[in-house]
Nanobody
Framework: QVQLVESGGGLVQAGGSLRLSCAAS????????MGWFRQAQGKEREFVAA????????NYADSVKGRFTISRDNAKNTVYLQMNSLRPEDTAVYYC?????????????????WGQGTQVTVSS
């Protein structure tokens, strides 16, 4: 089992940047594919970005391509989400998730472990 703790959320103006971190503990982090999802108030949780266990493969939602970058540091057991050019519609609780198969899935149900989330609010 793996435990995930997100950090780095906050309030930022439109056009600004934030970097989210997700620290993992428990079983071998480097064997897990990692993803970021977000859930805005009153909406379904949606895929944002994912990275395979080696970091060699990434996937992004169309809405964040070119603005967000997912990366990982297996030595630090941490996955990051660099968010640039933020928009009010990016406001949501952001969750990281782990996939024990090591891929970079875009489907919520393919992740087995989830963090508690961190709030990101983008003001206009």
């Amino acid at each position: 089992q793996v435990q995930l703790v997100e950090s780095g959320g906050g309030l930022v103006q439109a056009g600004g940047s934030l970097r989210l971190s997700c620290a993992a503990s428990g079983r071998t982090f480097s064997g897990y594919g990692m993803g970021w999802f977000r859930q805005a108030q009153g909406k379904e949780r949606e895929f944002v970005a994912a990275i395979s266990r080696s970091g060699g493969r990434t996937n992004y939602a169309d809405s964040v391509k070119g603005r967000f970058t997912i990366s990982r540091d297996n030595a630090k057991n941490t996955v990051y989400l660099q968010m640039n050019s933020l928009r009010p519609e990016d406001t949501a609780v952001y969750y990281c998730a782990a996939d024990f198969l090591g891929g970079a899935p875009t489907i919520r149900s393919e992740y087995q472990y989830w963090g508690q989330g961190t709030q990101v609010t983008v003001s206009s």
